[in-house]
């Protein structure tokens, strides 16, 4: 990812679009302007969604400065050849003046299962001044001289899912227990379950569409050929709830005559990790089991239909002898079965499958990206660490597995034991993976080299120790495989501080590791669960980086299964454990996010889509909680800051710690406030005013309670106390200044500049510093490199982010060294506060830029591919000027605050700002000059 091959393709892209600026700036002549990067439900060529009105979505090329859409025509076509000719039967949205071109509801014939949907996009542009503010529709503006009309689009497809239940005519198999060699017990240890099922084609095929699931992990095969390239796969969830089906064409898999499909069912988390083990706290769902139908369209129009039911054959005496995503997978290559995939197997010692019950939940298509081998990393030394151990170092804290080449006897047996970090006499470092035993084994058939790595578990590790390997390994011997979802990485950041960067792509590494399917909170010890507040307003920081809306729309979704009859929501979800803790700061998250998704993506159907449960959330907590005005239930206080003594997980001490009620109000007026934002936006005044005369209330309380009038010190004075208060606008405004003097007082004087707050402090700081006027302040915090920091984690040689600050000396019991959630705000801090690149409201259709370049440092460079495209912001100091270049892209504008007060200091492209048209200047805020800016690239030069 960040380290190889899409790091460079991302800069080679933006090294072509700077050579093509170049071409248009040298005179050659511009292709015109057309919608390219069509998405269907932010995805392209969904195959199987059920999304009953898709939102498409396209951008523009052309780099001219202020091209902008003023119209649009979508086809879409129930065949390629009908859309090649122009013909719209699902939907001819004929010319629509408008300037969307993100979101756009499909508005044509009702969709049904397995429609096919072939769809094309004409956009009509502009770069005139006159049509650069919003167009009317139906106004005649869009159809002038000024206005281009573009060829069409290349197609892009999308088709529907099974969207009723009667469509499912398969019946769920498995097998209800486990055989002599499994071990349903806390350590569980089951096998995998191998299914197959022969049929016959009579005619050559014309279409072949598969419909899966295979709980909890599945393979699929087809005459012995692996379908798709996805891993882990389906999209976990709470499956009482619903349970996602992968959709795949396998026409070119299927053949005239005898084929054979197989699938290999892992456990992955419907047959839980630890079973029979705290039944209370930990959620089973059974024994693996299959949905499967494969309709095949045949070319005289015949069709047929194959499904799971109990002419199948299964076994479970195949080669995966063991797979529990917490202590590893055992795979025995003598226990091969050659050919059981294929047609013509000998199966008549096979199984009978057993008609089993569904799982409960609805049936759903998947409609987050799903998870893949990402990247591949060569391991950096081998050493024998003692005589037949071998510790491999991958050099990265990672998340996925090892893939291993290996020649020996039949019967040998290599064992690979995964850690995060080596004990001081070399030896694999394993108390804070706590019970998970984090082993693979594998078992040498024999007779020559044998490549192999799991497939239904992952590890996060850096180092792997490795025992029984026949001879003497090397590094080449081995490969990190780097498995997380297939999300792009849509952000890119680097300043002239080593040290920030390498922050910064120990945060990368961080995310990325955590996301399967869910937002996990770390991924090696036995616990991996979908925290909630984890992700409060780090989700915010990670959508800078990745491209995580459906990941993150996904998980909403699985928050509001997870709700209770009475309105309490869980602090982890999918509840795989069962936590509902009632407290504002973990579950607040499903508001925080939904916010994120559209200021980010636009994404407005998320906030619709969950407003009922967010609201009865919050009157859930207000009925149980809410004394005076304040909201008197917390749980987790400022989660984890730097404790006073450097083995300790949890600080003890009254001074370091935050009032737990104070943060829960704080929290609850923020959440309070969001939400008559939602309400304004979905037009429901009564709601919109509800809770705002509700925020109010608390926010007098909040004061009367917590604010000391005469010293404007907030409690106990923590760092934490003062800036929820000031950065969720709660301060009377006469005491802002001094509230937030407090706050600097403290980092300055007692922390010497450094972070002291936990998780939940750490969500608002460095935002709150800079918006304050102190980004010189947030600056140092961020680029401390001594206790406590992120810098120190760096210094200590962590290549990813710690649970705790003091992660390299504190009690293994909650030591994770690959947790996110002391991130805090930094990410988009770096992005939003450093960059200047920020959403104006919704998803980029306007721009905010307005960077805060620290004294002490010298440049900062991001990019950040927004739906509409690449924004850039690059400034750099040289001499006695700032130089700042800035993209925006196509159907775009931006409001770019420029750091000068003086116009007569600023050139654009070596000319005065009034002398170029395509700038207006609009005000003065700050001591800063407000431009509005079209599209395109500009070159600013400011004296200072
Ligand atoms: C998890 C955290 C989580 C916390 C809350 C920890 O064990 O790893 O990330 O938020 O518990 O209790």
């Known amino acids: 990812m960040l380290t190889t091959n899409k790091y460079y393709i991302f800069f080679l892209t933006a090294v072509l679009v700077s050579l093509s600026l170049h071409a248009h700036s040298e005179g050659l002549p511009a292709a015109p302007p057309q919608a390219k990067a069509l998405r269907c439900e932010r995805l392209t060529d969904p195959m199987g969604i059920d999304a009953r009105i898709p939102r498409l979505g396209w951008q523009i090329s052309g780099e001219e400065r202020g091209l902008r859409q003023v119209a649009y025509q979508v086809l879409v076509a129930s065949s390629p050849g009908g859309l090649a000719k122009g013909e719209g039967d699902l939907w001819n949205s004929g010319k629509v003046f408008s300037g969307q071109s993100q979101q756009v509801n499909y508005k044509g014939v009702p969709l049904k299962s397995r429609n096919n949907c072939y769809w094309k996009v004409k956009i009509w542009t502009t770069t005139s001044e006159e049509s650069r503010d919003i167009v009317n529709p139906g106004s005649k503006k869009g159809s002038g001289s000024d206005v281009t009309e573009s060829s069409w689009s290349q197609p892009a497809f999308w088709s529907m899912g099974l969207l009723e239940r009667a469509d499912w005519k398969a019946h769920w198999i498995g097998y209800e227990k486990g055989f002599p060699w499994d071990s349903v017990s806390k350590f569980s240890r089951l096998s995998a379950r191998y299914f197959r099922k022969e049929f016959s084609s009579a005619s050559p095929v014309k279409k072949a569409t598969v419909y899966i699931i295979g709980l909890g992990h599945y393979e699929l095969y087809i005459n012995g050929r692996m379908i798709g390239d996805q891993v882990l796969a389906e999209a976990p969830t709470d499956y009482t709830q619903s349970v996602k089906y992968n959709t795949f064409d396998v026409t070119t898999a299927c053949s005239q005559g005898m084929n054979a499909l197989g699938v290999v069912l892992g456990n992955g988390r419907y047959f839980t990790m630890r079973p029979k083990y705290k039944p209370k706290k930990i959620k089973e769902f059974g024994f693996p089991r299959l949905l499967l139908q494969l309709e095949i369209e045949y070319a005289d129009g015949a069709r047929q239909r194959i499904v799971s039911d109990d002419t199948w054959k299964f076994t479970a005496d195949g080669p995966i002898r063991s797979n529990n995503e917490y202590d590893g997978e055992e795979y025995d290559a003598t226990k091969e079965m050659g050919g059981w995939n294929t047609t013509g197997f000998n199966d008549s010692r096979w199984l009978k499958p057993e008609l089993v019950l569904s799982p409960g939940g609805r049936i759903g298509a998947q409609r987050n990206e799903p998870i893949k081998v990402m990247d591949s990393i060569r391991p950096v030394a081998i050493t024998e660490q003692s005589p037949g151990t071998w510790i491999l170092d991958m050099g990265q804290n990672m998340a996925g597995w090892v893939r291993m080449k290996v020649r020996g006897e039949r019967g040998d047996k290599v064992t690979l034991r995964f850690g995060e970090t080596l004990q001081k006499d070399g030896t694999l470092y394993t108390a804070n993976l706590r019970d998970a035993k984090v082993t693979d084994m594998y078992t040498l058939k024999g007779g020559g080299v044998e490549s192999w790595h799991p497939v239904f578990v992952f590890h996060g590790f850096r180092y792997v120790a490795i025992?029984?390997?026949?001879?003497?390994?090397?590094?080449?011997?081995?490969?990190?495989?780097?498995?997380?979802?297939?999300?792009?990485?849509?952000?890119?950041?680097?300043?002239?501080?080593?040290?920030?960067?390498?922050?910064?792509?120990?945060?990368?590494?961080?995310?990325?590791?955590?996301?399967?399917?869910?937002?996990?909170?770390?991924?090696?010890?036995?616990?991996?669960?979908?925290?909630?507040?984890?992700?409060?307003?780090?989700?915010?920081?990670?959508?800078?980086?990745?491209?995580?809306?459906?990941?993150?729309?996904?998980?909403?979704?699985?928050?509001?299964?997870?709700?209770?009859?009475?309105?309490?929501?869980?602090?982890?979800?999918?509840?795989?454990?069962?936590?509902?803790?009632?407290?504002?700061?973990?579950?607040?998250?499903?508001?925080?996010v939904a916010g994120m998704l559209y200021r980010q993506f636009g994404d407005k159907r998320s906030i619709e889509k969950h407003y009922a449960s967010m609201k009865k959330w919050l009157d859930y907590m207000r009925q149980k909680y809410v004394r005076n005005d304040l909201m008197t239930k917390d749980k987790y206080g400022d989660w984890c800051v730097p404790p006073e003594s450097p083995e300790l997980i949890h600080?003890?001490?009254?001074?370091?710690?935050?009032?737990?009620?104070?943060?829960?109000?704080?929290?609850?007026?923020?959440?309070?406030?969001?939400?008559?934002?939602?309400?304004?936006?979905?037009?429901?005044?009564?709601?919109?005013?509800?809770?705002?005369?509700?925020?109010?209330?608390?926010?007098?309380?909040?004061n009367a309670k917590y604010l000391d009038s005469r010293t404007c010190r907030y409690d106990n004075n923590t760092v934490t106390a003062n800036l929820l208060p000031l950065y969720f606008n709660m301060v009377p405004i006469r005491n802002e200044d001094a509230v937030f003097n407090h706050i600097v007082d403290k980092i300055e004087q007692e922390d010497k500049g450094h972070i002291s707050t936990g998780v939940i402090g750490a969500q608002w700081l460095m935002e709150g510093l800079t918006k304050y006027g102190r980004p010189d302040l947030a600056y140092r915090i961020a680029s401390n490199s001594d206790y406590p920091s992120w810098g120190y984690m760096v210094r200590q040689g962590a290549t990813t982010i710690w649970e705790l600050w003091n992660g390299n000396t504190a009690n293994p019991a909650m030591n994770s060294h690959n947790h996110i959630m002391l991130l805090g705000d930094l990410i988009t801090w770096f992005y939003k506060d450093l960059a200047g690149i920020a959403s104006g409201e919704e998803g980029y259709k306007t721009i905010y830029m307005e960077p805060f370049m620290p004294d002490s440092l010298g440049e900062v460079q991001a990019t950040y591919r927004t739906p509409y495209g690449i924004v850039k912001s690059a400034w750099k100091r040289e001499d006695t000027q700032l130089l700042w270049d800035i993209t925006i892209p196509a159907n775009t504008s931006a409001m770019v605050h420029l750091p000068s007060q003086e116009e007569e200091k600023v050139l654009e492209g070596g000319k005065g700002l009034r002398r170029v048209k395509d700038i207006r200047i609009v005000d003065m805020e700050n001591h800063r000059i407000v431009l509005n800016l079209g599209a395109g690239t500009y070159h600013f030069k400011i004296r200072q």
Not at 471 to 499: C, H, M
Not at 655 to 681: D, P, V
Request: with cysteine; aromatic share 16%; charged share 20%.
């Open 467 to 592: 025992n029984g390997y026949p001879g003497k390994p090397s590094v080449d011997d081995f490969e990190g495989q780097v498995v997380y979802d297939d999300i792009a990485t849509i952000g890119e950041f680097r300043t002239s501080n080593p040290l920030v960067n390498q922050i910064y792509r120990n945060a990368c590494w961080g995310i990325l590791s955590n996301y399967k399917g869910i937002p996990l909170d770390c991924p090696q010890r036995n616990e991996r669960m979908p925290w909630l507040g984890d992700r409060a307003a780090g989700s915010y920081g990670e959508s800078y980086v990745f491209d995580n809306e459906n990941l993150y729309a996904k998980w909403l979704d699985d928050i509001e299964e997870a709700q209770k009859p009475d309105g309490a929501l869980p602090d982890v979800a999918p509840a795989y454990w069962n936590y509902y803790s009632d407290n504002m700061t973990w579950p607040g998250t499903y508001i925080l």
């Open 651 to 702: 600080s003890r001490d009254s001074m370091r710690n935050t009032n737990g009620q104070l943060i829960a109000t704080a929290y609850y007026y923020r959440l309070l406030f969001i939400m008559q934002y939602f309400a304004r936006l979905l037009n429901r005044p009564q709601d919109h005013d509800n809770f705002l005369a509700l925020a109010a209330r608390v926010k007098e309380a909040f």
